[in-house]
């Protein structure tokens, strides 16, 4: 026995030694500068005290001073490829061989295999099917929806009108996620965000057995329930609702008539893939995937934008400027997407806003690598191999090479996400794509704008109800205004976040994030066996499990009723994705509940999260920049926006091209998703670099935006640069991507830009934003998302009492 014993202890050493050992051939073979890695966990102890900051990708993204534009990192044992190269991201994003890396298997049960998870052919018909939903057709149609949720944001502060210092961040993922459901949602999404984050850099924790066992585990369980189910009740009830419907589908009436407000779950649920109707678990995966990125993404950005906004005073000057020269500053004039698409200099701001603060995960630590070992890199997240690159060259051999997947880091979704087409591949994630397209046709899209303008009219409200120079965190009123919008734009119901930003709806997809972001950060959890062990795991499966709950009752419901409904009472509802999955084929076989529920999991996480942060961060650079803020509503008043009362239309919207400007230069300078992972199931040489198969790299979208090679002035807030259009025709078009590039870029980019817009619109043809105090600095943040760290403070002044 001691002779085992001491065998064993022996053995180990040795082992230890032969792995780091293989690992240093295997950085030689790459041909890739990065980091030294250390015995067994790789770099993490370089980057130890950033992922306890939360500012790991900060500091990655100033690797490339040191590495280069490509460089490698290991998590652990695990080899990722970093990059800015906008050729490499290039080549991966319209290379169909890459797709979601493992870590995405994280979202697994909470997204499902929705839109973000799903990959190849599946990945094709889901995408084709919820396309048509973001027609820009349909997308005018959600304007009232993002007006409507504005209002009750406006009114909102102005309850804490007008020295009161208030975060704005926690106002706008509410907006955000009313533009979806409910606040237990929005919190179990943000709890999920975090486990991922948790699991991505700890080794235990990365594994599914430890995940599951660890109390994290247990938490994310509960979470991912709570989701599913929400999200289930959601899908049934309005399949119950579809199936009393008589007449012809949904998807002709909705962008024939004009009238009806499309939804994304009225597409899921009346849709085949194969011929087939998709089933509870695949539209459940859709409808959380967009919930979760409708307004995590939407909720955080907001809160960068309104720090920009209140940091830069004349920047939101410029901003409310060009609103009142376009007649939109009036409380009565109802937006559409003409008047939202002429605010070019509103769009340069959440352009320039969104390239400063991208929301998936930060930059500094990237940008330090690159400076030091050049634009691509590798290091180790443990014993796990990553490679980082901001080489153009690289990155797009990557996105146009279908062979490129996400990467195994995006099965942490899986849980919540399940199978959604953000999570989904190869044939599936063509089917779907191929399915959801036209929903985002821009005849759809018309007709979401009254949406966004219903939902903005309650921010108004909410900003109106703010006590005298009262200062908030904006942040979350966006988060709740975005999942407001994605709730009913996607599923057909209203959520009520942003009036109740303490709802389980909210709450359980705010924990989804948050948990989830654990075992992107902590390789063991990355262990299932030792996440199921933590205390996360638990609340991750209650919050899983309750969004699933909801989320297929709406499903049920409303295929029940949808085959009941007559073409009259179709044409008076605000269509949803939902009826386009119900009534849509697969293979001419409809969509199962589970499909459906995965796509519709996937558009409230995607939908909420992403814009409600976005518009955050405009928000601080408009109020940094006060004349940016004039710029815009001097564009609304020269094309007549600037009336309060006026309906918007997306030639409206379409005509600010400054406020389009504003937008893009948020989005350069803090991207919602920093970077991309992407892996292939096949050895890869990009120039002289070898990459092995299946190793992450990851596209340092964070990098390439304030890369000087492509941006002058990088780190300056310049919606200028955005009017330049032979500047833009120079510019690599892989430098600039926001919104991702290649073949799976994201499917409801013009509907977050036409919702932010719409937004944007009816606060600064009211309000002028200020930050509170006047020398707040925004601190950024990041879990797998780029968020304000410390909120967005500001405070609104009536334009009225100012002029």
């Known amino acids: 026995m001691l002779f ?101 298997r994280f979202t697994e049960k909470w997204l499902g295999n929705g839109l973000i998870r799903s990959s190849g052919e599946r990945w094709h018909k889901f995408r084709k099917l919820i396309t048509p939903a973001f027609h820009f057709q349909i997308l005018e149609r959600f304007v009232v929806i993002f007006e409507e949720q504005t209002d009750v944001l406006v009114q909102n502060i102005m309850e804490l009108c007008e020295n009161r210092v208030i975060d704005v961040v926690p106002m706008f993922h509410a907006f955000a996620l009313d533009v979806i459901s409910d606040n237990k949602f929005l919190n179990a999404t943000q709890e999920l965000l975090h486990f991922m984050g948790m699991r991505f850099f700890s080794l235990l924790h990365s594994k599914d057995w430890f995940w599951y066992l660890s109390d994290s585990g ?92 209140a940091k830069y005073p004349e920047v939101q000057t410029r901003v409310w400027n060009e609103i009142q020269k376009l007649k939109l500053h009036k409380e009565n004039n109802l937006l559409s997407m003409k008047a939202i698409n002429g605010l070019n200099y509103a769009e340069n ?20 690598l690159f400076k030091q070992y050049g634009d691509t890199y590798r290091v180790r997240i443990g014993p796990n191999l990553l490679i980082f690159t901001r080489d153009v060259k690289i990155i797009e051999s990557i996105v146009n090479n279908p062979k490129f997947v996400k990467s195994d880091d995006y099965k942490l979704y899986e849980p919540w996400l399940g199978n959604g087409i953000v999570l989904a591949s190869g044939e599936r994630w063509h089917k779907m794509r191929k399915l959801l397209t036209p929903a985002f046709h821009f005849q759809i899209l018309e007709r979401f704008i009254p949406i966004y303008q219903d939902q903005g009219k309650i921010f108004l ?43 389980k709806f909210v709450k359980a997809n705010k924990d989804l994030l948050d ?23 638990k609340r ?117 091209a400054y406020l389009d400007c504003v937008i893009k230069e948020t989005l350069r300078l803090f991207p919602i998703l920093p970077d991309g992972f992407k892996q292939c199931g096949e050895d890869v040489k990009f120039g002289e670099y070898f990459v092995p198969a299946n190793t992450p790299i990851v596209t340092c979208i964070i990098g390439l935006h304030s890369y ?16 330049d259009e032979m500047s833009a025709e120079k510019r690599n078009p892989y430098a600039y991507q926001p919104f991702s590039a290649g073949l799976r870029n994201c499917i409801g980019q013009k509907f977050a830009m036409l919702e932010m817009k719409t937004l944007l619109i009816e606060i600064l043809r009211e309000y002028v934003i200020e930050l509170s105090p006047k020398d707040f600095e925004m601190k950024l943040r990041s879990t797998t998302l780029l968020y304000p760290g410390n909120g967005v403070q500001v405070k609104f002044k009536k334009r009225q009492e100012l002029e």
């Open 515 to 537: 948990k989830i972001a654990l075992r992107f950060y902590y390789p063991l959890y990355r262990f299932n066996f030792i996440w199921k062990l933590s205390s996360h795991y």
């Open 540 to 656: 991750v499966s209650n919050c899983i499990s309750y969004i699933n709950e909801i989320v297929s009752k709406v499903i049920n419901e409303r295929r029940s009723n949808i085959l009941n409904e007559t073409s009259e009472k179709l044409e008076k509802q605000r269509p949803a994705l939902l009826d386009i999955l119900l009534q849509g084929t697969i293979d001419d076989k409809p969509l199962s509940n589970e499909t459906i529920c995965d796509e519709m999991k996937t558009f409230m996480m995607a939908g909420h999260e992403t814009t409600g942060t976005t518009l955050s961060f405009i928000t601080y650079m408009l109020a940094k920049y006060p004349h940016v803020q004039d710029e815009i509503y001097s564009e609304l008043i020269k094309n007549y926006l600037d009336d309060c009362d006026k309906p918007l239309t997306i030639r409206d919207i379409n005509s600010l």
């Open 349 to 368: 701001v959440i352009r320039e806003t969104l390239r400063l603060y991208p929301i998936l995960s930060a930059h500094e630590v990237p940008e330090l």
């Open 461 to 503: 409200r909410k900003i109106r109800e703010l006590n005298e120079n009262e200062s908030i965190n904006i942040v979350p009123w966006f988060h709740s205004f975005a999942l407001d919008v994605i709730m009913e734009s996607s599923i057909g119901v209203k959520l009520g976040a942003q009036s109740d930003p303490t709802s």
């Open 218 to 309: 247990k938490k994310e369980a509960e979470q991912i329930s709570y989701i599913h189910r929400f999200v289930d009740q959601i899908i049934n009830n309005r399949r119950s609702e579809l199936l009393t419907q008589k007449g012809d589908g949904l998807a002709e009436n909705q962008i024939g008539s004009g009238k009806v407000r499309p939804v994304l779950l009225d597409i899921l649920l009346q849709s085949e893939v194969d011929g087939k109707p998709l089933n509870n678990e695949d539209i459940r995966a859709e409808v959380n995937t967009f919930m979760f990125a409708g307004h995590e993404t939407t909720g955080t950005t907001l809160g960068f934008l309104f720090y920009v906004l």
């Open 708 to 723: 000087e090679k492509y941006f002058e002035n990088p780190d300056e807030f310049n919606p200028e640069r955005w009017k």
């Open 4 to 104: 085992l014993l001491v065998s064993v202890i022996g053995i180990i050493p040795l082992f230890l030694l032969w792995n780091y050992l293989k690992w240093e051939a295997e950085d030689k073979k790459l041909g890739i500068s990065g980091p030294k890695s250390t015995l067994i966990l790789g770099n993490i102890p370089d980057l130890w005290q950033d992922i306890q900051s939360k500012t790991v990708f900060q500091k990655a993204a100033k690797f490339c001073d040191t590495y280069g534009d490509t460089y490698r990192l290991r998590i652990g044992s695990k080899l990722m490829i970093l990059t800015r190269d906008v050729k490499i991201i290039e080549g991966i994003i319209h290379n169909p061989k890459f797709v979601k890396s493992d870590d995405y």
